[in-house]
């Protein structure tokens, strides 16, 4: 069955430091990627997504993701993290040629400190 | 343009209770899709509707059931509330019902936070 996985359930790091949240696979046709962020007690905003062309995809608020086909990962990272940016964060899969459904991750919580 | 707009926001259901929970998708999104997410979790797909066809459903019991309007909006059904029920609930929306070679964005409203006491 395919299914996400985020190895992190909670990642802490200093303001200004860099991030990387993990995000791992797993189907053997051509996924359909997604990163979204959660603030408490809001909706899903999508950061980015990768369809196919580029493997490194640029989203907003200066987030950025980089396909791995070889890994099965789809990495977001962030040079420069600011304390707005404390969340949760998920990944998201739609399969190819699905209804598109989207399998997400468990989520990782993304604490800054000051 | 609006977003995808869910009603209501808050909402407190004893159990055995049936609950209704709206969206209006984008302007000119066909299709829409409904998500369960209990605290701690990542959301769980539930339905998916299309051209007011259910075009997908995820492991969830017969107590759901949704529909699609002509004007695209969409209605999420759970009868018979248990307490395992308690949850966001989130609509999403997005201009086709298959992910293709352009790929098919998936944009997500607030959410309906249910609590069943």
């Known amino acids: 069955a395919q299914s996400v996985t985020q190895p992190d359930i909670h990642i802490t790091v200093s303001e200004g430091a860099s991030l990387e949240l993990r995000c791992n696979y797993s189907?053997?046709?051509?996924?359909?990627l997604f990163w979204y962020v959660q603030s408490p007690g809001q909706g899903l905003q999508l950061l980015l997504k990768?369809?196919?062309?580029?493997?490194l995809v640029q989203g907003i608020k200066g987030f950025e993701a980089e396909f791995k086909r070889s890994q099965s990962s789809f990495n977001l990272r962030k040079p420069s993290v600011h304390w707005s940016d404390a969340a949760e964060y998920f990944c998201?899969?739609?399969?190819?040629?699905?209804?598109?459904?989207?399998?997400f991750g468990q989520g990782t919580t993304l604490q800054v400190k000051p | 343009d609006a977003g995808v707009t869910q009603s209501p926001t808050h909402l407190i259901k004893t159990r055995g209770q049936h609950v209704t929970l709206r969206c209006s998708p984008i302007?000119?999104?066909?299709?829409v899709s409904w998500y369960q997410q209990v605290l701690g979790q990542g959301p769980q797909f539930i339905f998916q509707?299309?051209?007011?066809?259910?075009?997908g459903r995820g492991n969830f019991p017969d107590r759901f059931s949704a529909r699609q309007f002509p004007n695209y909006s969409s209605e999420l059904n759970v009868n018979a509330l248990l307490l395992g029920d308690s949850a966001l609930y989130l609509c999403?929306?997005?201009?086709?019902?298959?992910?293709?070679?352009?790929?098919?964005?998936?944009?997500f409203g607030e959410g309906s936070w249910l609590t069943v006491v």
């Open positions: 999403a929306s997005s201009p086709r019902v298959r992910t293709g070679a352009f790929g098919n964005t998936i944009y």
């Open positions: 189907y053997g046709a051509t996924p359909y």
């Open positions: 990768y369809f196919s062309g580029d493997t």
């Open positions: 998201a899969v739609v399969i190819s040629g699905n209804t598109g459904k989207l399998i």
């Open positions: 302007s000119g999104h066909k299709s």
């Open positions: 509707y299309y051209e007011k066809e259910e075009r």
